[in-house]
């Protein structure tokens, strides 16, 4: 056995040893082909092996340790139109030079996403609506957290810290996320609320976004209701990269006295300094953010620091493995509504005092293998600590800790090129510690399986299902709740292409969300009267079913259309309110809704793409079928306007954002909170804008920004009873070399 | 370059609407209805089972009790409560003027409402007792309707409060 166990060893150290040896580089520059200018972030990927990069400030890349064969080599940044160099032979030692010129065609570039399916692949090959975000659109509009920037894509609104697609989540106070938030891949909610922690997404860090919309519990399990956001960060680059980021802004003095509260300016300032390099087959990325908000709202103010580390290392040309930590520690003004609207920038009295501490972290592992050019795995582990506590005047009033660990094993299998299988097992152990929650462990376990079949080249057909076992125990394996343990998820989707410019698609899929441990267990006296906060460990998952069909149309080179007709089904909705019989106030599910509408988006490009819009509009029909009402907190009408122009160093985005007027909120919140003027509400409709000088282009690796959201100083309350910012004038400086 | 003006001139004045504005100062006189609740001398309650107490308006007339707790927790209410829910009236007085701001509309059922103890998990509605109501003034057995209008207050509505002989409960 010895004998046995030393040969392994020696083998695989020989195989590393002669794999290492046997290798190649390439490395090369990226230009934009009309103006010769250096592109930054371009993703340079040897297809079939682990290896890739992206291009630095001055568009160059360097990719180590190809082993030796032939590759296809591909070259994308959102915005081009991506290129691939066919063929290529890496030979031992070699080091070849390729120097790309991409075209910017924003229409027609296949842009490559990997949430819908759980793998890379074209935007074109997806059966539901997909939307991205780039990180370049992140600098621009300054954004300093996540829901930030969801704001600006086509049918998503939020509602304060609550994410809506498509009207899937309307305004739960807080606790049960409907939308569920990846990070590389991994659930990011946290353990007690079961809500997505904006706040300590590395928002610096991001490559892209990716927003699929509709249930996707079929591939991700719970919380996936409405919809999923995937936010992929930045993989370490070959060359040495420095990233620093400033920003300042300074919020608009109230244009009424009543709200003008203080007698000093109000600013917003933060930023980050990361640094990247590569040293044999270590990779590491280590970033440190601040940031500081006066607010322009009283005890509304944040102090916030981030520690972001990525560690990677290339067993070979086939394996990789990395190490991600994310750090936050947050102190926050609790601001909850406003004292009235007369004085709106000012919360009701009782929380005048009041802050919340919390430190937030998560460490995540992953391996990934490719056995074959048809077959390749992951392993991805994420363990994600979230620690808060509020305090009034000094006093610590409540606290909670969540510690949820995941592991997530993957299997990608080519049968033919046309017919792909994708499966995996997924199992999870989470615990909750709160003197308002109790002490509650929890423990899941799943596998998913998806077949996507190309029969011809113009038709793809995709199926899959998801089994999910979930438990919450009153203690440690005692007492499990009565909610049901098991759901399965199918789905179904088709892709057919009759044209080259033309797409059409039809899906159904299945979504879940467990209940939270905040739903389930939450047990206090509230500020209003001695009415008490009860749990009910009886809740069912929310379910919902989403059906969409949609047409995609390239028009002309630089016309294109997508048309999207979508129904969500909604089942056991969780509401918290007064149980009359009680007398209490419970969670249970009480809502069976239909949310139907439909989603148009065009791109146009002019002046050979000089100027380029990006419109949308999204009509939702949400109706609370229980009462036969419209549901609460679901705008109608989403309109969204997005102008960007290029005028040589000069970039500029204009963005204008339509949500109407919620018509239906919760009264008794209003009632009972209280809170004053809550029901004065008005429709969204902010316009903002950013003008950047991009020296990168001229090789100084500056950027210098001046971004003004809400131009117009347009005053509107997001959730009720709060004062949505006023006109503020950033200005940032990058730098990247 | 036209459009690089046009555009953002055009979405600006799409957004010019202004919004949300504090109101304007309020009216003099709220609107609803005041008068005076008469406390019988030397019928005030021991101190701990007064928890609360509120004058109630009732748009509904008669109640039980699933008509009280829905009535003040459904959506819109018809049983509303001064002062708010969790706030008292003050103790031990002979007499306390009030003025109960309320939207347009007829209160068949308008009387006070004493908050026996907090423990409302255990007790439920039936921490609550109604210990007077505004009568009719014809027929002083029954409760006395008020219409509520939108341009002035409704004076008058006094209400004689006995805590040792309160009246029939209504749940």
């Known amino acids: 056995m010895k004998n046995f166990v030393f040969n392994t060893a020696l083998i695989c150290l020989l195989y590393f040893a002669v794999a290492q040896a046997q290798t190649g580089s390439i490395s090369g520059t990226i230009t934009d082909a009309k103006t010769n200018e250096a592109l930054t972030g371009v993703n340079v990927i040897v297809k079939g092996t682990t290896r890739g990069s992206t291009t630095n400030a001055l568009g160059n890349y360097l990719i180590k340790k190809i082993p030796i064969g032939t590759f296809d080599i591909t070259f994308s940044l959102i915005g081009y139109i991506s290129d691939t160099l066919h063929h290529v032979t890496i030979r031992p030692d070699s080091a070849q030079t390729f120097h790309i010129q991409l075209i910017q065609n924003p229409i027609k570039a296949e842009q490559v996403v990997v949430t819908a399916s759980r793998r890379e692949q074209s935007l074109r090959e997806v059966p539901v609506s997909v939307s991205t975000i780039s990180s370049n659109k992140i600098a621009d509009h300054v954004s300093v957290r996540l829901d930030d920037e969801l704001r600006y894509v086509p049918g998503v609104n939020m509602m304060s810290d609550q994410v809506n697609i498509r009207g899937s989540s309307g305004y739960s106070r807080g606790v049960g996320s409907r939308v569920l938030i990846l990070i590389d891949g991994l659930p990011y909610i946290t353990g007690d609320t079961g809500e997505i922690p904006w706040e300590t997404i590395p928002i610096f860090q991001i490559d892209r976004i990716e927003v699929v919309k509709g249930a996707g519990s079929t591939l991700y399990g719970s919380s996936a209701l409405g ?59 280590v970033s440190i953010s601040r940031m500081v908000d006066e607010s322009y709202r009283v ?207 039809a899906s159904y899929g299945e979504g879940y969300r467990y209940p939270s441990v905040s739903e389930l267990f939450t047990s206090i006296s ?74 148009l988006g065009t791109k146009i490009d002019l002046f050979n793409h000089s100027l380029s819009t990006d419109l949308s509009y999204t009509y939702i029909d949400p109706i609370d079928l229980t009462q036969n009402t419209i549901l609460k907190f679901r705008p109608r009408h989403l309109f969204y306007a997005s102008v960007a122009a290029e005028y040589k160093l000069l970039h500029s985005v204009i963005d204008y954002r339509y949500v109407s007027r919620i018509e239906a909120i919760d009264e008794n919140l209003v009632r009972l909170a209280p809170i004053v003027d809550g029901d004065n509400r008005v429709a969204c409709s902010v316009v903002d804008m950013s003008l950047s000088y991009n020296l990168i282009r001229i090789g100084v690796p ?26 503020t004038y950033y200005l940032s400086l990058e730098g990247n070399w | 370059m036209k459009q690089l003006i046009i555009i953002p001139i055009c979405l600006t004045l799409i957004a010019c609407d202004g919004g949300l504005a504090p109101p304007p100062p309020k009216p003099p006189v709220e609107l609803g209805f005041s008068g005076t609740i008469y406390y019988a001398p030397g019928s005030w309650p021991p101190v701990d089972s007064l928890v609360n107490l509120m004058i109630f308006a009732s748009q509904i007339y008669p109640l039980d009790s699933s008509l009280v707790s829905t009535g003040l927790f459904s959506d819109p209410p018809t049983i509303f409560l001064y002062p708010q829910i969790g706030q008292s009236l003050s103790f031990f007085e002979d007499s306390t003027s009030y003025s109960f701001p309320l939207k347009s509309g007829t209160y068949k059922y308008i009387g006070v409402l004493q908050q026996l103890s907090s423990d409302m998990l255990t007790y439920g509605i039936r921490v609550f007792r109604v210990v007077g109501f505004y009568r009719d003034p014809l027929i002083p057995s029954q409760p006395g309707s008020v219409v509520v209008n939108d341009t002035s207050q409704i004076e008058g509505i006094n209400i004689n409060v006995d805590f040792q002989n309160p009246p029939a409960q209504p749940f």
């Open chain 1, 526 to 599: 509230t500020s209003f009267s001695q009415i008490r906060i009860v749990e009910n460990d009886s809740l069912k998952p929310e379910r919902s079913k989403s059906y969409e069909i949609g047409v995609s149309q390239l028009l002309s080179e630089n016309f294109s259309l997508d048309l999207a007709l979508f129904q969500n089904d909604l089942y056991d909705l969780i509401e918290g309110g007064v149980n009359p019989n009680r007398f209490v106030i419970q969670f249970t599910n009480v809502t069976r809704a239909r949310i139907r509408g439909l989603e």
């Open chain 1, 702 to 727: 500056l950027t210098v920004g001046l971004t003004i959201k809400n131009l117009t100083n347009y005053y509107y309350a997001e959730l009720i009873g709060n004062l949505a910012p006023p006109r």
């Open chain 1, 227 to 285: 919809g999923v956001i995937n936010i992929i960060t930045k993989e370490i680059s070959e060359l040495p990269e420095t990233r620093v980021r400033l920003f300042s802004g300074l919020y608009t003095k109230p244009s009424y006295k009543q709200w003008d509260w203080s007698e000093n300016n109000r600013f917003n300032s933060g930023g980050f300094i990361s640094y990247s390099n590569r040293v044999g087959s270590f990779g590491y990325l």
């Open chain 1, 299 to 505: 005890n509304d103010v944040y102090h916030r620091w981030g520690i972001y580390s990525k560690l990677s290392y290339q067993f070979s040309e086939y394996q990789s493995l990395a190490f991600t930590t994310n750090f936050q520690w947050r102190k926050h003004g609790n601001y909850f509504w406003w004292k009235s609207l007369s004085e709106a920038t000012r919360p009701a009295d009782s929380q005048l005092s009041g802050e919340v501490n919390s430190a937030r972290g998560n460490m995540s592992l992953a391996y990934k293998e490719i056995l074959s050019n048809q077959f390749f795995y992951s392993i991805k582990a994420i363990y994600f600590s979230n620690f808060w506590q509020d305090n009034t005047s000094g006093q610590v009033n409540n606290t909670a800790a969540s510690h949820v660990t995941q592991i997530d094993a993957q299997a990608t299998y080519s049968i033919t090129p046309k017919h792909t299988l994708t499966g995996g097992v997924v199992a999870n152990y989470d615990r909750v510690f709160s003197d308002i929650f109790g002490n509650h462990p929890g423990f899941g376990a799943g596998f998913y399986l998806q077949d996507e079949f190309a029969p011809m080249q113009s038709l793809r057909l995709t199926a899959g299902i998801r089994y999910d076992w979930q438990r919450v125990w009153r203690e440690l394996f005692k007492s499990p709740t009565a909610t049901s343990p098991s759901q399965l998820n199918p789905k179904v989707g088709i892709v057919f292409s009759p044209t080259a410019t033309t797409t059409l698609r």
